[in-house]
């Protein structure tokens, strides 16, 4: 089974623009969860979708959204980039959006906000 | 307020040595918590699940502990090698309807040959 898939891998932006990061899951999964890594803060949540709709999300400003498909595909945009932005952007999925489901991260989108 | 501690100093091991990270929350009840092996520009991959209930698990060389009075957890590797070099996070569930991981900010390990 191939893994999670995330696109672009890199990604260089000035501030003020709008950026849209793609995620597809593991076939069969259907929970896709978004998070940001910085070196300071380390993983943050950013949001979950299940079945196309947000479960959960983080405490971040309202810049950050995102929306999954019925292919249980993925994407979040962040508008208004800040150069606090810059970030690694990593998609995790899972089967469901139980307990203690194991996640698999895909390698992740690095954007750099110049 | 909720905090995942973890040592922010990397930990410089031997080979063959056991290397022993800690994992330290304050403020959660986790249902159960996870621990994650990152390598540098890649996502992190998940290692192991330990449940509330459980005092300890194993696979092949790791272990981990779970100690909810102590509200720690503790990850050993032993006869470390080089190919262990990574950081390793732990997350937390909390118990609540929604899954959330919650992360600490990892330690970093080096085992040298």
Redesign the interface.
């Known amino acids: 089974k191939a893994g999670v898939t995330q696109t672009p891998r890199y990604l260089i932006k000035t501030r003020g623009q709008q950026v849209t990061l793609s995620c597809s899951p593991i076939s069969g999964h259907r929970s896709v969860s978004w998070y940001q890594q910085t070196p300071g803060q380390g993983l943050q949540f950013l949001f979950e979708y299940f079945s196309e709709t947000q479960r959960n999300k983080g405490n971040f400003p309202g810049r950050f959204s995102g929306r999954q498909f019925s292919n249980s595909r993925s994407e979040m945009n962040v508008s208004t980039l800040e150069l606090g932005d810059s970030a690694l952007y990593l998609c995790a999925s899972s089967l469901g959006a139980g307990y203690q489901e194991t996640q698999y991260f895909g390698p992740g989108t690095r954007l750099l906000v110049l | 307020s909720q905090k995942i501690e973890q040592n922010s100093e990397a930990l410089n091991i031997q080979e063959g040595k056991t290397a022993t990270l800690t994992c330290n929350y304050t403020n959660y009840s986790p ?2 918590l ?1 621990w994650y092996r990152q390598d540098p ?6 290692l192991l ?1 330990i ?1 509330e209930n459980e005092k300890e698990k194993r696979k092949e060389r790791l272990k981990v502990t779970f100690d909810t009075t102590l509200k720690q957890s503790l990850f050993h590797i032993t006869a470390s090698q080089p190919a262990d070099s990574a950081t390793y ?1 732990c ?1 937390l ?1 909390k118990n609540t309807g ?9 330690t970093r390990l080096l085992v040298s040959p």
């Open positions: 249902a159960y996870q520009g890649r996502g992190p991959v998940f699940l449940r996070l997350a569930e929604f899954q959330k991981l919650v992360f600490g900010t990892g």
